[in-house]
Every structure is written in structure tokens, then in C-alpha cells.
């Protein structure tokens, strides 16, 4: 499975961004989609994931503030972040996994990390 992740860059504090991911080639052995971020001396954390079915499961740093969502006719999965904070400052990355949770990280597909910057 090949993941390719789009969106991020720098806003203010309190601005919106959209990340997209789509993915390709074994796209029939995933089922939860969904990102992860690192910041600057951080361990990485999971952020959200939906499942194929449609389940969505978020951080609680980012409840309320962010939406995932999924289109699987084009194996894309967009997350869109509003109310933007500093601390959301982080590379993110794409992740897919062939069960319905990101949480079994030794199962999961990577793409590129896309840097997200919110300023205060």
C-alpha cells in the first residue's frame, strides 16, 4: 500500500487546514485510515482514524476541532483541522492498517510526513 499525503503548511492560531491522503495499490487489505503527528521532541501520537465502515475515533488533544472523514470510492481519507493551536504544531502522517484500529502499529502503512505550523 502506498500512501500520499497532501495538505498542511503554516497558518495562524485559531485558521483551518485540510490534510488529504490517498492511497494506492493494495488498497483492498485497508481498512483504518487515519493520521498520526510528531512534534519537535516528541514521541508520535495517534491523532484519528475512521475505519471502512465508517468509525471514527479521535485524540482527545483534538476532539471537537478536527473531523476525519473518508470517501472509499477514491481511497482518499481528508482530515480537517479548525481552531488550529500551537501545540497542533507537528509533521503528520498518513497511516493505514488491514485491521480497523491504527492503534496496532506494527501493522501499519506510512506515507510522507506533511508539516503543519500554526503560529500564536
Known amino acids: 500500500v502506498q500512501l500520499q499525503a497532501s495538505g498542511g503548511g503554516l497558518v495562524q492560531a485559531g485558521c483551518s487546514l485540510r490534510l488529504s491522503c490517498a492511497a494506492s495499490g493494495a488498497i483492498f487489505s485497508i481498512n483504518a485510515m487515519g493520521w498520526y503527528r510528531q512534534a519537535p521532541g516528541k514521541q508520535r501520537e495517534l491523532v484519528a482514524f475512521?475505519?471502512?465502515?465508517?468509525?471514527?475515533n479521535y485524540a482527545d488533544s483534538v476532539k471537537g476541532r478536527f473531523t476525519i472523514s473518508r470517501d472509499n470510492a477514491k481511497n482518499t481519507v481528508s482530515l480537517q483541522m479548525n481552531s488550529l493551536k500551537p501545540e497542533d504544531t507537528a509533521v503528520y502522517y498518513c497511516?493505514?492498517?488491514?485491521?480497523?484500529?491504527?492503534?496496532?502499529?506494527?501493522?501499519?502503512?506510512w506515507g510522507q510526513g506533511t508539516q503543519v505550523t500554526v503560529s500564536s
Open positions: 475512521i475505519t471502512s465502515g465508517g468509525t471514527t
Open positions: 497511516a493505514g492498517s488491514p485491521v480497523g484500529s491504527l492503534r496496532v502499529t506494527d501493522r501499519l502503512s
